[in-house]
């Protein structure tokens, strides 16, 4: 289970914005590194020139792999066949 998380920062201030993870699942690193791709860029289009230049904003994201949730099985009730 793979999912992108991308970071909006300033190479002027030095920090960025606390990073937002999507809801979407990718089969592969590589169909979520393209998805990262085209997200920066309409991110990028979306803030328009001024504020990135005025701001030197700039995206990074990354493709990483989340660990399954496993639950563990019920403990059986006291006085329950088991």
């Known amino acids: 289970m793979i999912?992108?998380?991308?970071?909006?920062?300033?190479l002027y201030s030095g920090t960025c914005l606390p990073p937002h993870t999507f809801e979407?699942?990718?089969?592969?690193?590589?169909s979520c590194m393209l998805d990262?791709?085209?997200?920066?860029?309409?991110?990028?289009?979306?803030?328009?020139?001024?504020d990135v230049n005025e701001n030197g904003?700039?995206?990074?994201?990354?493709?990483?792999?989340?660990?399954k949730t496993i639950l563990p099985k019920p403990k059986p009730k006291p006085g329950s066949a088991t």
Do not use: H, W
């Not at 999912?3 to 300033?10: A, E, G, I, N, Q």
């Not at 904003?57 to 660990?67: D, N």
């Open 3 to 10: 999912k992108l998380t991308v970071f909006l920062c300033s």
């Open 24 to 30: 979407d699942i990718y089969a592969d690193n590589f």
């Open 36 to 50: 990262g791709y085209t997200r920066s860029y309409d991110k990028m289009v979306a803030l328009g020139a001024k």
């Open 57 to 67: 904003l700039y995206i990074r994201f990354i493709c990483q792999e989340t660990p």
